[in-house]
């Protein structure tokens, strides 16, 4: 998943300029030179710690810096993230233990599904209910971490009324400021980013759990997300109430979705098309480029370096900041001890971007050229009915591993450090 049913780039070298500490791309002058005086001893130790973090992820030194060398499968992707997933697992072991053993009754076991009988239905997750609860438990099964959104959030799960038991869940929230392949795909000048990104919302969180994962449940939970009630939740809550950060109502009419692939190329949106509903339509690939291989402890170490100088980067994790604050963090630490921040953070792992249209005249209301919405979306029941005859149903009749899935499963896996990839 950005997920169990996840969604891998090409093969070769990806190559990331990492140098020794000793090269100094940037030369700092006048105050900041003082700054990297006194911090002498914590800058040497931040330099060995990102060199030795890189190498236990797989990167590999060369004469020109640090590369990952053949192939990127799923598994390899997922091994980089291995050291994240292990942390978020530890620092939610107590939520684990304490909610785990209710909330993992909310699985199905293979013996608890009939296929022809699957009855999806959506409900909105708010904020401290059980549903809540659920949905942070079910993200811990993600093989890739998952982030927590930020801005505008709409959080679902997907629950099968036939048994009770949860079939997926999805978040979308707040887009990226910055997304090339986005962009160019709308044809926006910055200004028409700037006041149109309102416009759209990004699905940060998409994925079904087993066993219905099993069953290309996902492209179910994912083809959920163009739905009418969706689109009526989101204007609910959002649309005419006064925004946040800028104080002004919010006129946004929701337009466009955009998400990402978990690992690289996506099996979960490929050739995902309703017909007369949502399309997941490709348009482009991520520059691979970020900072989760310089999470955890390494991200910590930055920020308490840019709080020992001052810098006002280190406490910005506030609501109002974006969704940008750790690249800041990393890009501003980086720099200030002597390394090229882009060589760093281009880690060289490319994801695939998706679109899905939710009007008929999206690109119009995005460049500024109309301002009144033809929305086009379907009913969940008409999504559904055809994700259940198309995907789910034919796996059903195909494969039948889906049966011996035995729910105490998750607990093993959570407990015990488990990637969740493979049931």
């Not at 904020?127 to 959104?149: I, N």
């Not at 090339?180 to 990004?202: P, V």
């Not at 281009?346 to 209301?365: S, T």
């Not at 009749?397 to 493979?422: T, V």
Request: contains cysteine; charged residues 25%; glycine residues 8%.
């Amino acid at each position: 998943m950005k997920k169990p049913e996840i969604s891998s780039p090409n093969e070769c070298q990806h190559e990331i300029n990492f140098y020794p500490s000793d090269f100094q791309i940037h030369q700092p002058v006048g105050d900041e030179q003082s700054d990297l005086n006194s911090c002498s001893p914590s800058i040497s130790k931040l330099h060995q710690a990102i060199h030795e973090q890189l190498k236990k992820l797989g990167f590999t030194k060369n004469g020109k810096g640090y590369v990952i060398e053949g192939q990127l499968t799923k598994q390899r992707i997922r091994d980089f993230h291995s050291r994240k997933r292990i942390e978020v697992l530890q620092n939610n072991k107590r939520f684990i233990e304490q909610y785990g053993p209710d909330l993992v009754l909310n699985f199905a076991t293979g013996s608890q599904v009939d296929p022809e009988a699957i009855d999806p239905e959506l409900i909105e997750v708010k904020p401290e209910t059980k549903e809540s609860r659920l949905f942070r438990f079910a993200c811990l099964l993600w093989s890739v971490p998952v982030s927590q959104g930020f801005g505008r959030r709409l959080r679902f799960l997907v629950r099968d009324k036939q048994n009770g038991q949860l079939i997926g869940l999805f978040a979308i929230g707040d887009p990226v400021f910055n997304l090339s392949a986005r962009d160019k795909w709308i044809g926006w000048t910055f200004e028409d980013r700037k006041d149109r990104l309102i416009h759209i919302m990004d699905a940060y969180v998409v994925g079904s759990v087993p066993p219905y994962s099993q069953l290309i449940g996902g492209k179910l939970v994912a083809a959920l997300m163009g739905s009418q009630e969706v689109k009526e939740v989101y204007d609910r809550k959002y649309f005419g109430r006064q925004a946040v950060i800028s104080g002004k109502e919010n006129r946004a009419r929701l337009v466009l979705l955009t998400t990402t692939s978990a690992m690289g190329r996506s099996s979960l949106y490929n050739r995902l098309t309703i017909p007369n509903g949502p399309r997941f339509i490709r348009i482009g690939e991520t520059r691979g480029f970020g900072h989760f291989h310089l999470s955890g402890e390494i991200f910590e170490k930055m920020r308490g370096y840019l709080e020992v100088i001052g810098h006002p980067y280190a406490t910005g994790n506030r609501f109002g900041m974006g969704p940008n604050w750790k690249i800041r963090v990393a890009r501003t630490a980086l720099e200030k001890i002597g390394f090229d921040a882009d060589d760093i953070l281009n880690h060289g792992i490319a994801r695939e971007v998706y679109a899905v249209p939710l009007a008929l005249n999206w690109q119009e209301i995005l460049i500024g050229t109309q301002k009144d919405v033809y929305t086009s979306v379907l009913p969940a029941s008409e999504i559904i009915q055809f994700c259940l005859n198309r995907w789910i149903i034919p796996r059903a009749s195909r494969d039948k591993r889906y049966k011996s899935f035995e729910r105490c499963r998750i607990m093993e896996h959570l407990l015990n450090g488990g990637d969740g990839s493979a049931w």
